[in-house]
């Protein structure tokens, strides 16, 4: 593997978890945070909006996914993917938990 399918990796484990909570807003009707809010990422958008952005996520984590020659097969490959899973899990929590206090 190069280093670049370890960047892509990284990114489609960011990616994908990005997916997750925007989808079940989405599909559940609820309002949350998205870069087209205002202020970005603060504000609350619409549940298609949080649906479009999921699967806007979706299809781009996938596409890195296959880039990256991400597989269990592969699994030094599986590292950097958990990594950018995990980061970007714990971005949002820290991000999102805060909002729940203001």
Request: proline share 7%; net charge positive; no cysteine.
């Amino acid at each position: 593997m190069l280093w670049y399918h370890f960047v892509a990796g990284f990114f489609a484990g960011m990616f994908l978890s990005n997916f997750i909570p925007h989808y079940i807003k989405g599909v559940t009707g609820e309002s949350f945070p998205t870069p087209f809010a205002n202020p970005p990422g603060k504000g609350l958008s619409s549940p298609m909006t949080n649906a479009i952005w999921a699967l806007a996520n979706l299809v781009v984590g996938f596409l890195l996914f296959k880039f990256g020659k991400v597989s269990l097969s592969n699994e030094l490959s599986l590292i950097p993917f958990f990594i950018g899973f995990v980061v970007i899990t714990m971005v949002s929590v820290k991000n999102f938990s805060n909002e729940q206090k203001e």
